[in-house]
């Protein structure tokens, strides 16, 4: 059945069984976006990455950004 759907959509389901995903690996979305030639992009990805890996979120909101761009050392 669940094939059958796969075929139909072209997406794969995978919310269902993560016995096939190795424990302790993070699966991350957006791995090779640090690949900037400015090094002040790739130092903030990589704050927010840690950020996001500290604090145990997925997503951040603009208030954090913000946070995590002042810790860094910007400012209005």
């Not at 302790?24 to 903030?44: D, I, K």
């Amino acid at each position: 059945m669940q094939l059958a759907a796969e075929q139909q959509t072209g997406f794969l389901n995978r919310r269902g069984s993560q016995a096939d995903a190795p424990r302790g690996v993070e699966r991350r979305q957006f791995s090779s976006t640090h690949q900037s030639s400015r090094p002040e992009v790739n130092e903030l990805a990589e704050a927010v990455d840690q950020y996001k890996l500290r604090h145990r979120r997925r997503f951040i909101t603009f208030d954090e950004l913000y946070d995590v761009m002042t810790s860094l050392g910007y400012h209005l």
